[in-house]
């Protein structure tokens, strides 16, 4: 079995002495991990950071085995952002986001597209947190956790939208919610037309999406928390 792509490095943990295994996150085979000799040695470890950009060949016996890569650098991207504290929070979230929630060898290659995107963001835009934010909805969508925000689930109505269930994802009119506000989340209007979102509104986003994201991936007894590197991220967010 082989395959050759282009992708994102998302994590190294050591294997043995000197080898590592690494989750790339490409457009047509999904999150794939791999073992790569010499993976923790000094010429491999600036190529293998989370966020870079590489070439890889995948190679194993049968498809459900390990497997081993071989990796050639394209893009360093981790070594661009380091003298941006934000922007590598956002780097290190983004890949620790997509090796916790995607399932192994599943291909998703709008979000692969839409993460590139975003990855370019981060040192060119400075809303970057906002696309961050609508990246996250992307997240939930792929995993089947999407929002519906098209339309208020009471009435229907298209204006007006101004809180999120948190049962069914639907968005709610302000006067639909009208006794009800405690019981329902904020929705930020950043998510509800393009261009950039205040403090509060980023706020108020992140926690929407990370309601639904515990939802859908750490409700089951034993299942892993969402990554401290996304924590992280939200705490220098809020700090402005």
Not at 19 to 28: D, K, Q, Y
Not at 45 to 70: D, I, Q, S, Y
Not at 178 to 186: A, C, N, S, T, V
Request: charged share 20%; aromatic share 4%.
């Amino acid at each position: 079995m082989e395959w050759a792509a282009q992708g994102l490095v998302l994590a190294v943990r050591a294997h043995g002495e000197s080898a590592a295994i690494v989750e790339i996150f490409t457009e047509a085979q999904g999150r794939h991990a791999g073992v790569v000799r010499g993976g923790m040695g000094r010429r491999m470890a600036p190529v293998l950071m989370p966020g870079n950009e590489v070439a890889a060949v995948w190679r194993a016996r049968l498809g459900e085995h390990l497997g081993h890569f071989t990796i050639e650098p394209l893009r360093a991207r981790a070594a661009a952002l380091m003298t941006d504290r934000r922007a590598l929070a956002g780097l290190s979230a983004i890949c620790a986001m997509i090796s916790r929630a995607l399932p192994e060898r599943e291909p998703h290659g709008g979000l692969y597209a839409a993460t590139l995107v975003l990855l370019d963001a981060l040192a060119t835009v400075p809303d970057w947190p906002v696309l961050y934010l609508r990246w996250e909805c992307g997240l939930l969508a792929d995993l089947g956790f999407g929002l519906d925000l098209g339309a208020c689930a009471v009435t229907g109505a298209r204006d007006g939208l101004a809180f999120v269930s948190p049962r069914t994802g639907r968005a709610v009119t302000a006067e639909a919610a009208r006794g009800w506000e405690d019981k329902l989340l904020p929705l930020p209007q950043c998510l509800l037309r393009p261009g950039p979102a205040d403090p509060a509104d980023l706020a108020a986003g992140l926690r929407l999406t990370g309601h639904f994201l515990n939802r859908g991936l750490c409700a089951d007894p034993g299942s892993r928390p969402l990554p401290e590197a996304r924590a992280r991220l939200v705490d220098l967010l809020s700090r402005g």
